[in-house]
């Protein structure tokens, strides 16, 4: 038989197999490393680790206290949004928002001066931190692979710090209040971000991914000086065309120094701030 033959039989014979039908039906798995758009929804895990001074009006140092000082939790599930657009091969946009807060109580150990208001050791304190943090980030692939990107990022963000305590005057820790009269503060403030760093995404197999990125970043904007720190890594694997999973994790580390206002409004002190957070999300493609 000639060799053209041959083909021609074996071409038919493919034609008609089983085998060959089916797997003319199975599409190829996209490549979701080049994904127009991809949404992810989070539930997320946060350990908050926090250092605040808020100093008074007039100039006066606040005390440096911790979370645990004021019986604020350290650990609490909250969502994470993400949105991912990528505009060409190489170019990409990531904007997203964390929330990030915790409550708690407890009687002070230590006289606190909080803005200007002191809470004297033995009260009892409510708190309530909230440090949610928006986040904005560009990508641009210097290596665009089939199965693999490696880039730069540059991040812009705003960190929203607001810190209220209150208390009931005479609260001692053992004991029922011995007065009526509540007192509180509240101070808040935006902390602008910006980060610059590296950051790398690979196709392992035809439905896993890996990723990772590190950056950093000293800034003094206006009255607000900021260093920042950034870290993360995660796992995907799609189930489908249109629906995977992620599970991932992330560190921010961020020391805040807010200098006072002339007038001495505002939220003037210190934040030394970190928020590690582990993360299980849906990821959702067109």
Not at 91 to 97: F, K, S
Not at 157 to 180: E, M, Q, R, S
């Given at each position: 038989?000639?060799?053209?033959?041959?083909?021609?039989?074996?071409?038919?014979?493919c034609a008609v197999s089983p085998v060959c039908l089916l797997a003319q039906q199975i599409p190829a798995a996209p490549n979701h490393l080049y994904d127009r758009f991809?949404?992810?929804?989070?539930?997320?895990?946060?350990?908050?680790?926090?250092?605040?001074?808020?100093d008074a009006s007039n100039g006066d140092q606040g005390t440096e206290f911790s979370s645990d000082d004021v019986g604020a939790s350290k650990q609490n599930w909250e969502p994470r949004l993400a949105l991912r657009w990528r505009m060409g091969r190489r170019h990409e946009l990531e904007v997203g928002y964390l929330f990030a807060r915790s409550s708690g109580s407890r009687a002070l150990a230590d006289t606190i001066r909080f803005a200007d208001t002191s809470f004297a050791a033995g009260l009892r304190v409510n708190s309530a931190l909230k440090?949610?943090?928006?986040?904005?980030?560009?990508?641009?692939?210097?290596?665009?692979?089939?199965n693999s990107q490696i880039g730069a990022a540059l991040g812009l963000g705003a960190l929203f710090v607001n810190l209220d305590l209150d208390a009931v005057?005479?609260?001692?820790?053992?004991?029922?209040?011995?007065?009526?009269?509540?007192?509180a503060a509240s101070k808040g403030a935006t902390a602008p971000t910006?980060?610059?760093?590296l950051y790398g995404r690979w196709r392992v197999a035809d439905q896993w991914y890996i990723e990772g990125d590190a950056r950093g970043l000293y800034a003094k904007i206006d009255r607000v000086?900021?260093?920042?720190?950034?870290?993360?890594?995660a796992g995907?694997?799609?189930?489908?065309?249109?629906?995977?999973?992620?599970?991932?994790?992330?560190?921010?580390?961020?020391?805040?120094?807010?200098?006072?206002?002339?007038?001495?409004?505002?939220?003037?002190?210190?934040l030394k701030y970190s928020l590690q957070n582990a993360r299980l999300a849906v990821v959702a493609t067109p």
């Amino acid at each position: 038989m000639k060799p053209t033959t041959l083909l021609l039989s074996a071409a038919a014979l493919c034609a008609v197999s089983p085998v060959c039908l089916l797997a003319q039906q199975i599409p190829a798995a996209p490549n979701h490393l080049y994904d127009r758009f991809q949404l992810s929804v989070s539930g997320t895990r946060i350990w908050l680790g926090s250092n605040v001074r808020v100093d008074a009006s007039n100039g006066d140092q606040g005390t440096e206290f911790s979370s645990d000082d004021v019986g604020a939790s350290k650990q609490n599930w909250e969502p994470r949004l993400a949105l991912r657009w990528r505009m060409g091969r190489r170019h990409e946009l990531e904007v997203g928002y964390l929330f990030a807060r915790s409550s708690g109580s407890r009687a002070l150990a230590d006289t606190i001066r909080f803005a200007d208001t002191s809470f004297a050791a033995g009260l009892r304190v409510n708190s309530a931190l909230k440090s949610d943090q928006a986040f904005l980030t560009y990508r641009f692939a210097f290596h665009a692979g089939e199965n693999s990107q490696i880039g730069a990022a540059l991040g812009l963000g705003a960190l929203f710090v607001n810190l209220d305590l209150d208390a009931v005057a005479g609260a001692t820790a053992g004991g029922p209040d011995t007065a009526i009269v509540p007192f509180a503060a509240s101070k808040g403030a935006t902390a602008p971000t910006g980060t610059l760093g590296l950051y790398g995404r690979w196709r392992v197999a035809d439905q896993w991914y890996i990723e990772g990125d590190a950056r950093g970043l000293y800034a003094k904007i206006d009255r607000v000086a900021a260093t920042v720190y950034e870290a993360g890594a995660a796992g995907r694997y799609f189930v489908s065309r249109h629906i995977g999973f992620e599970l991932g994790y992330g560190l921010t580390w961020i020391k805040v120094t807010i200098d006072p206002r002339a007038s001495g409004s505002g939220l003037a002190g210190q934040l030394k701030y970190s928020l590690q957070n582990a993360r299980l999300a849906v990821v959702a493609t067109p």
